[in-house]
Nanobody, 123 residues
């Protein structure tokens, strides 16, 4: 069993940066893929980025490629999402998830989820 806790969200203006963190407890991340997803009001949950903990391979949605960076901190059992040059369309509730998905961008493949952290970007 893995418990996930996100932090780092907030209300910011367009163009600035935020760093989200996802801390795991109960079991280490070592055997999982860790993903970030987001869901805006009235929209479906969408893939943002993921990292394979054991090898460090990363994957990004086209909408965030070049602006967001996902990374891992083994000592703290934490995954970060560095978000630069934020845009109003990045406004959403951001979730951290862990699992062993067949497709890294399919939220159905992730077994464990945090409660989410809100990101709001004003223009």
């Amino acid at each position: 069993q893995v418990q996930l806790a996100e932090s780092g969200g907030g209300l910011v203006q367009a163009g600035v940066s935020l760093r989200l963190s996802c801390a795991a407890s109960g079991r280490a991340f070592s055997s999982y893929v860790i993903g970030w997803f987001r869901q805006a009001p009235g929209k479906e949950r969408e893939f943002v980025a993921s990292i394979v903990w054991s090898g460090g391979h990363t994957y990004y949605a086209d909408s965030v490629k070049g602006r967001f960076t996902i990374s891992r901190d083994g000592a703290k059992n934490t995954v970060h999402l560095q978000m630069n040059n934020l845009k109003p369309e990045d406004t959403a509730l951001y979730y951290c998830a862990a699992g062993n998905p067949l497709d890294y961008d399919d939220y159905l493949g992730y077994a464990y989820w945090g409660q989410g952290t809100q990101v709001a970007v004003s223009s």
